[in-house]
């Protein structure tokens, strides 16, 4: 268990090394489809499971396959908000992110446009076997961490203890949260009692259940708005699908194609997903984790842009944000329904 840890751990620091280092040269201004043939399309993802859909894209070459000579490139990271960063910086051209850093950059004026879903659900609050806490009530002075500060998972469970009179410490609240901490880490810190819970995106809340031994304290459909929020999107900005259209296309037919993939194809799917996670730990996460994680989420391009309203005011109401938030002109589904409707 010690060796799986510490290099799985290892794994995730160089993970957010090559997330964090030099940004490629943007490809801005006078940029068409027609001039940026063979230039190769940045896609960003998270090796997590309900990052399926880009795993399989990547994978079984879907994406490849439909951009043709422009190509692609890509990037996982260990957080939503260093994938923002690198979509900010102009080193990312479109993604795979969890809905709430891409709502929280969308409301300070960053140029970000959902084109979709790729999972819905995906969240397990789960706490270490002898933290004492075996629900949400037993969460005044204990400690949980998440992978980002306002993350999607974040949010899910502070709205969750607001609604039994419990905050966090950074409201002045009784419960500790650590933020940042990417999902492998928090493998890590169960192991040696450095935290008490996590709001974890799967497979790592499973691998805590059945590896060791955590309580699942809310079940993934028992979370807030967990089976319609999404957990992942596929976002780029505007400014490229103005310059990209064809390319944006591209991408999505890939994506629609690894979709369907995914949800034909689940023995398949886990092993390229374990193969993918091999490559970046040497290690691979026990069959038996992955199947039943698998089975608390949905792999799915629906959107349900009222469940992301639903979820950016929670946001609010527990002062991630300090404006009202208003999402209009954050989704934009019109390329991925053309698609879909095509068939």
Request: net charge negative.
């Amino acid at each position: 268990m010690k060796k799986w840890i510490l290099l799985i751990t290892s794994a995730t620091l160089l993970t957010f090394i090559a997330a964090c280092g030099t940004a490629n040269e943007s490809t801005t201004g006078e940029n068409s489809d027609e001039e940026a043939q063979g230039e190769d399309v940045r896609i960003g993802y998270f090796p997590n499971l309900d990052h399926a859909a880009a795993i399989i894209g990547k994978e079984k070459g879907y994406f490849d396959e439909e951009l043709g000579n422009r190509g692609s490139e890509y990037t996982h990271f260990p957080n939503g908000n260093d994938f923002i960063d690198a979509l900010s910086t102009g080193s990312l051209d479109i993604g795979y992110v969890g809905p709430g850093p891409a709502i929280n950059y969308f409301l300070t004026g960053g140029d970000v446009v959902v084109l979709g879903a790729a999972a819905n659900g995906a969240t397990l609050i789960v706490s270490r076997e002898d933290s004492g806490i075996e629900s949400l009530d037993d969460f005044d002075g204990k400690s949980f961490c998440t992978p980002g500060n306002g993350c999607t998972h974040n949010v899910q469970l502070e709205i969750m203890l607001k609604e039994l009179g419990l905050e966090s410490n950074r409201v002045g609240g009784t419960v500790e949260h650590q933020s940042r901490i990417p999902p492998a880490n928090m493998v890590a810190m169960f192991e040696q009692g450095q935290i008490d819970a996590a709001a974890a995106p799967e497979p790592w809340g499973t691998y805590l259940e059945l590896e060791l031994n955590a309580n699942v304290v809310a079940e993934w459909d028992n979370v807030f708005i967990g089976e319609t929020l999404p957990s992942v999107v596929i976002v780029t900005t505007n400014e490229f699908l103005e310059e990209n259209p064809e390319a944006v296309e591209a991408v999505l037919r890939g994506h629609k194609q690894a979709v369907e993939y995914t949800q034909e194809n689940t023995g398949d799917t886990l092993s390229a997903i374990n193969d993918h996670l091999y490559e970046l730990t040497q290690n691979r996460l026990p069959e038996a984790v992955l199947e039943k994680a698998w089975t608390r989420m949905v792999v799915t391009t629906e959107t349900h842009p009222e469940a992301l309203q639903d979820w950016a005011d929670a946001s609010y109401e527990l002062k991630f944000m300090d404006v009202d938030p208003n999402l209009d002109g954050f989704v934009d589904t019109s390329k991925l329904d053309a698609i879909l409707e095509a068939e």
